[in-house]
């Protein structure tokens, strides 16, 4: 632990740091604003609206109905990109598609079809609360035995209990790469490994790792995916997510909602559901084309910076943040409550204080520090490498030092009001 970081030192990180350039590629409202919750809304990238000005009054207003032509393959083009960029898979393995609750969905009846015969399907007792939710209502609507895996708030899901839960009975497993409340970052191929020599599937969700963490989807043997484009990849509130279908198993698979996006000659409009055996059989029906254009201006600056830069940055962030929350907060009653050192973890970090849910308040309110909050008592705080200085890390959490110093946070609510 470091017993004092001058700011120079962070202002040198900054002049030194190869993706600074790219700060300026996005949308900075208010300059003396720090920040700090791009795991939850990425940005608004500067090319962003003339982009969506673009589609609106082009394509729609002129274009009408004839720009349809150019649209209704979007949805594989950027999901190609992804693959490509983000994910670590192949050309037609990820095609994006409604939002990923309802592409978890989706995916995970589709393993469970494919799997009669085995009656358990197994999840991480901390997982992002909708996850849980539509795996809890699958296995209650089909008469499943579902087990909560044990996972420490912390550190996160132990290898462990997996290992110990595995058997011939498991037919899914649904995990996420980064816990959404810690960072916790998983170790994807280990348990692609282990569930599959069980004779199950991961589902994985890796919307807390897509745009800041590298995911290597082929090169680990992953089958199912699913995640959103709106934290470090940046397309936008409530833009479309993505899902990953293995090419192998996209013509085995079938997911329970047929639309006629997944209908073989879908503009033959035939009697019958007949899918495609190829990724856009995951597919529903008429995508949000706005939303879908969104993602377009995002993906370039993703693409140009690299996932391995973006992490490399991501690192040296989550590095300074341990060491001047060590010397600075810890004093006040914080504690760390993500795994250390950051190469642990994604691109966030929490940090416990028996007040964090005021500390949160009073920060956006009075010290103009926006992070976040997550039940019971943690203060999490995103470092997305494309619009974080150093500076701002150092900043914001001097000004989070001074504020609880002072005590002028205890004025606050206790009460959790609606937190998205």
């Known amino acids: 632990m470091l017993s004092g970081i001058p700011r120079t030192v962070a202002e040198k990180l900054d002049a030194a740091d190869p993706l600074a350039a790219f700060r300026d590629r996005f949308v900075s409202a208010d300059p003396e604003l720090i920040y700090l919750d791009g795991n939850s809304l990425g940005r608004l990238p500067t090319a962003t609206p003339a982009v969506l000005r673009n589609v609106v009054e082009d394509g729609w207003g002129a274009g009408l109905v004839r720009s349809w032509q150019g649209w209704i393959d979007w949805g594989a083009q950027l999901g190609d990109r992804i693959a490509a960029h983000v994910l670590g898979a192949a050309p037609g393995e990820v095609v994006i598609s409604d939002s990923t609750s309802v592409n978890l969905y989706k995916l995970a009846v589709a393993a469970l079809d494919a799997a009669p015969g085995r009656g358990t399907v197994l999840m991480d007792a901390e997982d992002f609360p909708t996850n849980r939710y539509i795996v809890q209502g699958l296995a209650e609507q089909r008469g499943l035995r579902l087990v909560r895996l044990p996972s420490d708030l912390d550190g996160g899901l132990d290898l462990d209990a997996l290992r110990s839960a595995l058997n011939d009975d498991v037919a899914l497993v649904v995990l996420s790469l980064v816990s959404y409340r810690s960072g916790a970052l998983l170790d994807m191929a280990q348990v692609n490994d282990l569930v599959h020599a069980a004779g199950a599937r991961v589902l994985w969700d890796v919307s807390h790792a897509a745009g800041a963490v590298p995911v290597d989807l082929a090169g680990t043997g992953a089958e199912l995916a699913v995640g959103c484009t709106y934290k470090y990849l940046n397309g936008g509130p409530g833009s479309p997510a993505f899902l990953y279908v293995r090419r192998d198993l996209q013509s085995r698979l079938r997911q329970p909602v047929w639309g006629w996006f997944g ?158």
């Not at 495609?276 to 706005?290: A, H, K, N």
């Not at 140009?304 to 040296?316: Q, S, V």
């Not at 929350?325 to 810890?330: E, I, P, R, S, V």
């Open 263 to 420: 209908q073989r000659e879908q503009f033959e409009m035939g009697p019958d559901y007949d899918p495609v055996p190829t990724i856009e059989r995951f597919l529903v029906s008429t995508p949000p084309l706005v939303s879908l254009a969104a993602i377009d201006p995002a993906l370039d600056l993703v693409e140009e910076a690299g996932l391995a830069r973006i992490r490399a940055k991501g690192l040296r962030l989550g590095r300074l943040a341990d060491d001047l929350a060590d010397a600075w907060l810890a004093p006040l009653g914080f504690r760390p409550a993500s795994p250390r050192p950051p190469e642990r973890r994604g691109s966030h970090l929490s940090l416990y204080h028996p007040d964090a849910w005021r500390v949160c308040q009073a920060l956006a309110a009075d010290a103009k520090v926006v992070c976040d909050y997550r039940v019971p008592d943690r203060l999490r705080i995103g470092l997305s490498p494309l619009t974080t200085r150093f500076t701002d890390v150092w900043d914001a959490l001097a000004r989070t030092r001074d504020l609880v110093a002072d005590g002028a946070y205890a004025s606050r609510p206790a009460g959790l009001t609606r937190v998205t």
